[in-house]
Every structure is written in C-alpha cells, then in structure tokens.
C-alpha cells in the first residue's frame, strides 16, 4: 500500500519535479551498461575472443594503440606565420 502511493505521489508530480521521478527510476532499476564480447587478434595474429571485462580492456589497450602513436615534435615543419603587425593593425581600424 506504501509503495502505492510512494508510486501515486511521485506520478503525480513528475511533471513539476522530474528529477524526482528520474531518481526512483533508476532506484528501482538495476541496469548496468554492459559491453559484448570482443573478436580481436592478439600481437602474434591469432584471433581470441574477449569475454571477461580485463580481456576486452587488454583488447582495446592493444587495438588504440596501435592506431594512435606519439611523435616527436622534431619531426614537423614550423607552419609559416600568415598574420603580421600590419594585418594585426589594420584589423582595429
């Protein structure tokens, strides 16, 4: 009977306090985001199947990075400088 009208209550003041009405949604749900199993292939090339959450965090550590990767700074060419004193000055006018 209590939770009826807990329920009768917050239905109807969900418009003007919906935070409210979010609140005891996710209170009595218990949805935890969950991320498949994974196919990838290890460093010698044979393919595994992720299952565990520390096997699919070890396969996308392996797969990000070996597609992102840190370069020396040394390896560019300074862009040229396009803007000078007299565009900067000409701008205020």
Same mark, same amino acid.
């Given at each position: 009977?209590?939770?009826?009208?807990?329920?009768?209550?917050?239905?109807? *003041?969900?418009? /003007?306090?919906?935070? @409210?009405?979010?609140?005891?949604? #996710?209170? $009595?749900?218990?949805?935890?985001?969950?991320?498949?199993?994974?196919?990838? *292939?290890?460093? /010698?090339?044979?393919? @595994?199947?992720?299952?565990?959450? #520390?096997? $699919?965090?070890?396969?996308?550590?392996?797969?990000?990075?070996?597609?992102?990767?840190?370069?020396?700074?040394?390896?560019?060419?300074?862009?040229?400088?396009?803007?000078?004193?007299?565009?900067?000055?000409?701008?205020?006018?």
């Amino acid at each position: 009977m209590l939770l009826q009208q807990e329920q009768a209550n917050i239905s109807a *003041k969900c418009k /003007s306090n919906p935070k @409210k009405f979010w609140k005891y949604i #996710n209170k $009595k749900t218990n949805y935890r985001p969950h991320i498949s199993d994974l196919k990838w *292939k290890d460093e /010698s090339g044979d393919q @595994k199947i992720a299952v565990t959450d #520390n096997e $699919k965090a070890a396969a996308l550590e392996e797969f990000f990075s070996s597609v992102y990767n840190v370069e020396d700074d040394k390896d560019f060419e300074p862009l040229p400088s396009h803007i000078t004193k007299n565009h900067i000055s000409n701008i205020h006018r």
